[in-house]
């Protein structure tokens, strides 16, 4: 594995800016498909049995299956999928920095919640806790009455990303499909589009394996 490794003092700046405090017991927290055309030319002499045959071997093709074994096609970064950085649960979309109130009652009766001061905002943060699933919430800080989503935490191998990566895969098999980082160190690698990002943290006995994931609002 081919990691870079940066300065513990940067590692500890950014991961405790991109992740919410913890609390509690918890730790805090498709594919394209490419099609081909073929054309066939006869004279004005073609006999019309030609022609039916021309017919149906283009037929044929066209109702062939797709060759599942076939390699997908990397982008520039290496990426083998689009990165999606809203996480679906349940057919439920969890945007982070979105008004998270109307999602928590979407998802329906949790397993637990909790609360606790923020560490990233003025207020009270909120943990509601699905299984292996955990959503945070901060609130907003023009209106405290309003909580947004700031964090989706998948924490155990019973639930995946979007594109089937979870707890206990490897460094390898995130870069395998999500390609290459934005950002990595030790400890965590990051992928991030504007004002978010998916985060994938690694055991700290071992390293090559992922311990939690992260969908989170990245502060500026």
Do not use: W
Request: proline letters at 4%; glycine letters at 8%.
């Amino acid at each position: 594995m081919n990691k870079k490794i940066i300065c513990a003092a940067l590692s500890a700046m950014l991961v405790c800016g991109l992740t919410a405090c913890g609390g509690d017991d918890s730790s805090s927290t498709a594919a394209g498909s490419s099609a081909a055309e073929s054309s066939a030319a006869g004279t004005p002499d073609a006999s019309s049995a030609a022609d039916s045959a021309a017919s149906s071997a283009a037929d044929s093709a066209a109702d062939a299956p797709a060759d599942s074994t076939a390699p997908a096609e990397k982008s520039e970064t290496g990426a083998t999928v689009p990165i999606t950085f809203d996480y679906v649960a349940n057919g439920v979309t969890l945007e982070v920095g979105k008004e998270a109130d109307g999602v928590i009652a979407a998802l329906g009766t949790y397993d637990k919640k909790f609360e606790a001061p923020s560490c990233a905002f003025t207020g009270t943060s909120n943990y509601y806790v699905y299984g292996g699933l955990q959503v945070v919430t901060y609130p907003d800080e023009h209106d405290q009455s309003l909580n947004l989503l700031y964090e989706v935490d998948l924490l155990d191998n019973t639930v995946a990303t979007n594109e089937g990566i979870r707890v206990g895969d490897t460094y390898d098999d995130v870069v395998a499909k999500y390609g290459k980082p934005d950002q990595e160190t030790a400890v965590f690698a990051m992928y991030k589009t504007e004002g978010k990002a998916v985060q994938f943290f690694f055991d700290k006995d071992n390293p090559d394996v992922i311990s939690e994931i992260v969908y989170t609002v990245i502060l500026v």
